[in-house]
């Protein structure tokens, strides 16, 4: 079932208030909630929202925008949010002015993917994950959030949902444009204990990863190893690094993922 706009300001889909001496700055976003079924039984909440205007003949380009660990995308957040999530917010603001409608799926429970949380030896297509994304793919393609290109899909997310954006290109081929890859590395990795595989599928998309470098949750390095693999293999991808970060979203990440997904039309 679907709901109403959480949020309405008229013209305008977000509104920014500045950040002054005395109050955090924010941001916040009109949104739209459809439940998305799992099984017969169960269903997981999907906030969406679609540019302003007109959307193109083919429908507006989208970008699934995958949470965190206990951290559910949220469109309005403040500076002074944990985690410098306020460029999470900040970036679906900038992807709808851009033109790019946003899916936020939430995770199982609301607490993480299970790409790699629900252990080394789990059969990913076993998983409610699995099912419950084919189910989001397939409500995409019957235009149930709206006028969305099929053609043009890209993800995105941070921490569990850094991983999850990977498993887009390991368990969901030939689906996604491009994938940004925040504060996380390949999907089955968890933290320090990372082994990316000496071959990745060749229909990987292309990547760029946003990743602080004084990270301990999830080290840098993790990362690079995956940053390598793509590069061996000629798979188009580049990075950011913010060498005074750790495990957070950070001020380059909005820009740096609109520049990242306009290069793959």
């Known amino acids: 079932m679907c709901c109403l706009s959480v949020f309405s300001w008229g013209a305008s889909r977000c509104v920014m208030t500045p950040k002054t001496l005395f109050k955090p700055g924010k941001v916040e976003c009109s949104y739209k909630v459809y439940a998305v079924p799992v099984n017969q039984h169960l269903s997981r909440e ?45 970036a679906v603001k900038r992807l709808l002015d851009q033109g790019f409608a946003v899916l936020a799926p939430k995770a199982e429970a609301e607490l993480d993917w299970l790409t790699n949380s629900a252990g080394p030896f789990t059969q990913y297509e076993l998983t409610s ?25 890209y993800a995105t997310g941070m921490a569990s949902g850094g991983y999850n954006t990977s498993r887009m290109a390991i368990s969901f081929t030939n689906e996604f444009k491009a994938l940004v890859i925040h504060s996380a590395s390949y999907a089955t990795c968890t933290g320090t204990t990372c082994s990316v595989p000496q071959l990745l599928p060749g229909a990987h998309p292309p990547t760029l990863f946003v990743h602080g ?16 693999k793509l ?35």
């Open 46 to 90: 999907v906030k969406y929202q679609l540019p302003l205007g007109k959307p193109p003949k083919e429908g507006w380009p989208v970008v699934l925008f995958f949470q965190g660990n206990y951290f559910p995308i949220q469109f309005k957040r403040s500076t002074d949010d944990p985690l410098g999530s306020y460029y999470e917010t900040l």
């Open 129 to 153: 994950d699995y099912r419950f994304f084919k189910n989001v793919l397939s409500a995409i393609k019957q235009g149930t959030f709206g006028p969305i290109n099929d053609n043009r899909k």
């Open 213 to 228: 470098f004084l990270d301990t949750v999830v080290p840098w390095w993790t990362m690079d190893q995956y940053y390598v």
């Open 231 to 265: 590069q061996e293999q000629n798979i188009p991808t580049s990075r950011v690094t913010d060498y005074l970060a750790g495990h957070r979203w950070v001020p380059q990440s909005p820009t740096a993922m609109i520049t990242w997904f306009q290069q793959y039309p």
